[in-house]
């Protein structure tokens, strides 16, 4: 007789422990809120959420912080996915925050930063407690020194030198007013492995995400796509190009990469022999400096 073979895969491991750390949000924090864009890493998460309370509904909201320079497909997707779930969301908005003059646009185009204190005002208003985010330990240094539980001041702030111990996976959800958690289950995930997830779960994706024939311009080496806040500037020359987007943040700082993968199988090929993250790729938002990341992150960005 075979024995059977109860050890789990690298997939069944991470599953595990965002599941386990899903779970301990929920019953150690009053009100938590998981983030959720429309993309690959969030998408991920929220099915690690359905599946952590199955079959019961997802305990907590979801929230989006949208900086209304979103690619439309992501925005439809995010749309049908939480109806298909019956999870509230919770919009936080940008351009709202810019006409009643609270924030102020750079001129750079990037939203980024001045999401922070759309964040921080959309969480003292509903009082969330704990944040649920996407971010891997892969995708930026600044993320990689970042633990899974990370603590905010009262001002939505991260000091990067006072970070609470996680031996053992116990974890420290004790917050006082105003203060806050960052919680973030994919830590330990990597891209590759976002992917092979994806397929071996049969998650939907926005068709973004897969190559087929877009109208681009290379801007300082990166491929933008032409959209509605992407237009060919004076001497820029539109190319017609088989890409793929392997992020997707604001349409207008999001750059693509070339590509023949038109499926998540040859995506996942792809990703197995690159050697360059896909903020670093693809994000022209995070060329500001080495430490443009931890900057945001100390400010209160997620």
């Known amino acids: ?38 993309g690959k890493d969030s998408i991920v998460m929220l099915e690690l959420a359905r599946k952590a309370f199955a079959p019961a509904r997802i305990p907590f909201p979801v929230m989006h912080i949208d900086t209304g320079l979103n690619f439309p497909e992501v925005l439809e997707f995010r749309d049908k996915r939480v109806a298909e779930l019956g999870v509230e969301l919770v919009i936080a908005s940008v351009p ?5 003059g609270t924030v102020r646009e750079e ?20 009082g969330f407690t704990a944040l649920f985010g996407g971010a891997r330990r892969d995708e930026d240094k600044a993320r990689a020194k970042e633990r899974m539980f990370s603590f905010r001041d009262e001002f939505g702030q991260w000091d990067p030198k006072n970070q609470r111990p996680e031996l053992w996976d116990l974890y420290n959800g004790r917050t006082h007013l105003g203060e806050s958690i960052r919680v973030f289950p994919l830590s330990n995930w990597t891209e590759l492995d976002i992917w092979g997830y994806i397929a071996q779960e049969e998650i939907a994706i926005p068709q973004l995400y897969l190559a087929r024939e877009r109208d681009v311009v290379d801007r300082q080496g990166m491929l933008y796509a032409v959209n509605d806040f992407i237009t060919p500037r004076d ?3 539109v190319l017609r190009e088989s890409v793929r987007y392997r992020t997707v943040g604001d349409a207008n700082l999001t750059a693509a990469v070339r590509s023949t993968a038109t499926n998540v199988e040859e995506v996942i090929a792809e ?12 994000r022209g938002d995070d060329k500001v400096s080495d430490a443009a990341m931890e900057d945001r992150k100390k400010e209160g960005y997620f």
């Open 1 to 38: 007789m075979s024995i059977a073979d109860h050890r789990l895969t690298q997939l069944q491991t991470l599953e595990a422990e965002s599941v386990h750390v899903l779970r301990e949000v929920a019953a150690e924090s009053e009100r938590p809120v998981l983030l959720f864009s429309g």
């Open 271 to 282: 990703i197995a022999v690159t050697r360059l993250t896909e903020r670093g790729a693809t």
């Open 235 to 237: 001497g820029e020359q």
């Open 107 to 126: 001129p750079n185009g990037s939203r980024n930063r001045i999401q922070t204190p759309v964040l921080l005002d959309a969480v003292e208003q509903h």
């Open 96 to 100: 709202d925050a810019i006409a009643a």
